[in-house]
Nanobody
Framework: QVQLIESGGGLVQAGGSLRLSCAVS????????MGWFRRAPGKGREFVAA????????NYADSVKGRFTIFREKSKNMVSLQMNSLKPDDTAVYFC????????????????WGQGTQVTVSS
């Protein structure tokens, strides 16, 4: 029913920028609070950023605050993540996710997940 597809990953040098996007199908984007998570090599999936269904509220992990920005593009039914000042520690597979509830930083609160897009930041 609800499908999420990430795009925009790639290889970038430290200090560079990337923009990830998540296309949502099955329901209007406004129906779901959205989040971005990431899984680094050898690690579990961790919270990156989240946004309310209205787009009026956001939440960020301390590790990305001030560098990453999450925003909605409702006309395109997408949620995007602008990543600036990238560091090698940002290297991970990035996932977008949706839930039927309020904004959350907890992985377990999200019901729908994309397949992920690879971000690699070289030293």
């Amino acid at each position: 029913q609800v499908q999420l597809i990430e795009s925009g990953g790639g290889l970038v040098q430290a200090g560079g920028s990337l923009r990830l996007s998540c296309a949502v199908s099955g329901r209007a984007l406004s129906s779901y609070p959205m989040g971005w998570f990431r899984r680094a090599p050898g690690k579990g999936r961790e919270f990156v950023a989240a946004i309310t269904w209205s787009g009026g509220g956001t939440n960020y992990a301390d590790s990305v605050k001030g560098r990453f920005t999450i925003f909605r593009e409702k006309s395109k039914n997408m949620v995007s993540l602008q990543m600036n000042s990238l560091k090698p520690d940002d290297t991970a597979v990035y996932f977008c996710a949706a839930r039927l509830g309020g904004i959350s930083t907890a992985e377990a609160d999200y019901k729908y997940w994309g397949q992920g897009t690879q971000v690699t930041v070289s030293s």
